[in-house]
Structure formats: structure tokens, C-alpha cells
């Protein structure tokens, strides 16, 4: 081949096996061959998942694709998605999806789905959805969806939700609510449902129930309640007493509405220092 230059040389058609690729080793400035066996089995070994350690960039003009990180989007069919992490968006068939970590999106089907955190969104099937936060909306079958946190609305069946905190609103069967706070609206059932703190509304069964403070209404069956928890409502013996605790010298604002309950007649009353 001597003093034949590369555009003499005679296109081939179909390359057997046992022919060669010419390689330079730049680093040990060396001439190389490898076999074009070699090349399909290093590729064949990528699509079955079996080679480890490699970065990949695919950039799919046709749906409009793009996945950085080993098996990012493989045997994905949606389009407009892009997946960076270790198999993020594998398996997914969803349109407009950006998937940020390891295993993200893992087999999603949803439209409109931007998901960040390892395993996050993983066999969700719900559309317009957010989810930050490891495991976040694993499961999730339902539309119109933000879960902040670990595992943050998993296993939700319930459109309209909200979920700030780990697991808040996890396996939430209930729809239209806001559940911040770590395990708060877990297991709910109720529709319609504000919890504000560590386990409000967790295991509620009661529908247009709001529910603040840690343990507001945990395990609640009524429905149409305004639930504040113990620990935030201080009791008093009378408005007497109340007076007596609740001042500026003691460390309360002044001209500020502070609520109590009163003990001697059971009501919730208020008092301005």
C-alpha cells in the first residue's frame, strides 16, 4: 500500500470479519490494527448492557434524543427527551422529558416530565409531572404532579398533588392536595387536603380536611375538618392564665393574634400581648 493515498484506495462493500481497521496510537506513537469482528461484538456487548465503565453521548436526529451516560435512553421511543445518568430514560416512551440521574425515569411513559435524582420517576406513567429527589414518583400514575424529596409522592394515584419532604404524600390515593413535610399525607386517601408538618394528614381517610402542625389529624376519618396539632396550640386553664403566659416580657410580639385553647369552656380563643 505504499504511496497509495486514501482516496485511491477501492470502497468495500461488506467487510468480512477478519479485516482491519488501521489505527495510530497517538500515545505510543505506534500503527495499530483491530478487527471489524471486534467492533460489532464491542457493540452488540453495548446493546445488551454487558459492557461497564463507558460513557456514551446519542444524539437521535430523528426524535430529536439525546443521552449522556452509559445506556442513557436505550430502547427508548419517545421523543424531545433528553437523559444524562447511568440508563437514565431507558425503556421510556414519553415525549418532552429531561432526566437527570442515575436510573431516572427508568421505563416512564409520561409527557412533560422533568425528573432529577437517582431512580426518580422510575415506571411512572403520569404526565406534567415534577419530581426532584431520590426515588421521587416511583410509580406515580397520575397527571399534574410536583414531588420535592426522597421518594416524595411514590407510589401517588392522585392527580393535582403536591409533595414536599421525604415520602410526603407517598402512595396518596387522594386528589387535589398539599402534602409538605416529611411522611406527611402518607397513605391519604381523602380529596382535597392541606398538611403542613412532620405526619399531617398521614393515613387520613377524611376528605376537605387541612391539617397543620406535626401529627395534625394522623389517622383522621372526618371529613370537613380544620386540624391543628397539639404540640403548636398551647392549653390553658382559662383566658386568665393565658394572659399570664402569653406576653411581651416572656417573649411574645407584640400586637400579634395568638391562639390558645382554653380549658375551661374547650374553645379556641385569641389573646394580643
Sequence with gaps: MAGVKVTDLTALGVADATDVFY?????????????????????????????????????DGTSKNVGFGFGALGGNTGVDQVGIG??????????????????????????????VGDTSCNANSGSNVIAIGNSSCNNNFSDYVVAIGEQ??????????????????????GSTIVAIGDEAGLNNTGDFIVALGNDAAKNNNGDNVVAIGGGAALGNTLAGMFVVGSANMPSYANPAAAAAAITVALGATAGCYYLYHNQADGTIRTIIP
Design 23 to 59: 489505527i495510530v496510537d497517538t500515545s505510543a506513537n505506534q500503527s495499530r490494527k483491530i478487527e471489524v469482528g471486534d467492533v460489532v461484538n464491542l457493540q452488540t456487548a453495548h446493546d445488551n448492557g454487558s459492557v461497564i465503565n463507558t460513557i456514551d453521548f446519542i444524539a
Design 86 to 115: 447511568s440508563r437514565a430514560g431507558q425503556n421510556s416512551s414519553g415525549s418532552s422529558g429531561v432526566y437527570l440521574g442515575n436510573l431516572c425515569a427508568d421505563g416512564s411513559t409520561g409527557d412533560n416530565v422533568f425528573a
Design 152 to 173: 416524595a409522592l411514590s407510589g401517588n394515584q392522585g392527580a393535582n398533588s403536591i409533595g414536599i419532604g421525604r415520602v410526603a404524600g407517598g402512595s396518596n390515593v
